[in-house]
């Protein structure tokens, strides 16, 4: 029953910008924390950014001061802001929330054309 759906994926020029969304039908949002993922073809899936139920946040260093992650708390949303896009940016990206068990999204593609 629980689900994640992204959307704001689609194809952009290198310098340009994308914002990711993502909606969790999970009971008690606010407790988790949540993460942005991404893979590329023939690459492991990363942690690209994570939000903390208390606001804190982490990147990844090389998205670091091009991306921010954000979360709406009230409507079970959680943002991925991304600017700058560089062709090595193209991927899948999935929201991810931990709890006791792990929830996933489907995934939005990116991809930045140079």
């Known amino acids: 029953q629980v689900q994640l759906v992204e959307s704001g994926g689609g194809l952009v020029q290198a310098g340009g910008s994308l914002r990711l969304s993502c909606v969790a039908s999970?009971?008690?949002?606010?407790?988790?924390?949540v993460g942005w993922y991404r893979q590329a073809p023939g690459k492991q899936r990363e942690l690209v950014a994570r939000?903390?139920?208390?606001?804190?946040?982490y990147y990844v260093d090389s998205v670091k001061g091009r991306f921010a992650i954000s979360r709406e708390n009230a409507k079970n949303m959680v943002y991925l802001e991304m600017n700058s896009l560089k062709p090595e940016d193209t991927a899948v990206y999935y929201c991810?929330?931990?709890?006791?068990?792990?929830?996933w999204g489907q995934g939005t593609q990116v991809t930045v054309s140079s």
């Open positions: 991810n929330v931990r709890s006791s068990l792990v929830y």
């Open positions: 939000i903390f139920s208390g606001g804190g946040t």
């Open positions: 999970l009971r008690l949002f606010s407790h988790y924390d």
